[in-house]
């Protein structure tokens, strides 16, 4: 069945880069997605990639896609405290409801 | 505000009452998606419609559950004889219906449930 993977923490100096790892299984995702939580709140969509493509960068956001390995990787350039929260992986098929990993906690200390 | 909204935002009840949540999703957004997060979890699909047609539930939705979308615009979750289990927060989300590519699904607030 589908799952998706992720380390549940993650501690970074303000400053530094934040690299956030998630693996997946169902082969025929075709897009993966990045989503952001903070306490109490609901997610915000930071961005997604299309399985044909290997990178994407929004600004501070670098997401890389090793479809072959199914492993993603979401990169926070110049983390800052605001950053502090809980990022979701998630994997669909554009239209079809999205499998969520149990989340990754990050934690900024200044 | 023309993001999804959620109400109540938290609901306290007691074990076997009935609980009714509401979403309403971005204008013009076809498809509404209910999903449910535990602690310490990501969230898990319980149920999506378009417009008003329920087109998919999860085997996490028992019979205790049910959703509508009447008129295709906003939707209902109610769930009935409530147990300490279905504490969660129950989260909903829309999206276009664009036929073609991605269509991202954005979020609402979210609605916290605490059964005692």
């Known amino acids: 069945g589908e799952d998706v993977e992720q380390s549940l923490f993650l501690s970074v100096r303000e400053g530094d880069s934040s690299v956030i790892n998630c693996t997946y299984t169902?082969?025929?995702?075709?897009?993966l997605y990045w989503y952001k939580q903070e306490p109490g709140a609901g997610l915000q969509l930071l961005t997604y990639i299309f399985s044909n493509m290997d990178m994407k960068q929004d600004q501070r956001l670098t997401v890389l896609l090793n479809k072959k390995d199914k492993h993603l990787s979401l990169r926070i350039a110049d983390t800052q405290t605001g950053d502090s929260a809980i990022y979701f992986c998630a994997e669909g098929r554009g239209n079809t409801p999205l499998v969520f990993g149990k989340g990754t906690r990050l934690s900024v200390i200044a | 505000d023309t993001g999804v909204s959620q109400n109540p935002r938290h609901k306290i009840t007691k074990r076997g009452q009935n609980v009714t949540f509401r979403c309403d999703p971005i204008?013009?957004?076809?498809?509404l998606y209910w999903y449910r997060q535990t602690l310490g979890q990501g969230p898990e699909f319980l149920t999506y419609f378009q417009n008003e047609a329920q087109l998919e539930k999860s085997r996490l939705l028992s019979d205790r559950f049910s959703a509508e979308r009447p008129k295709g615009s906003f939707s209902t979750l109610e769930i009935q004889r409530t147990e300490q289990g279905d504490s969660a927060m129950y989260l909903c989300a829309s999206s276009p219906q664009t036929g073609f590519g991605v269509e991202t699904q954005y979020f609402g607030p979210g609605t916290r449930l605490l059964v005692l």
């Open positions: 204008s013009e957004h076809n498809r």
């Open positions: 169902d082969s025929s995702s075709t897009y």
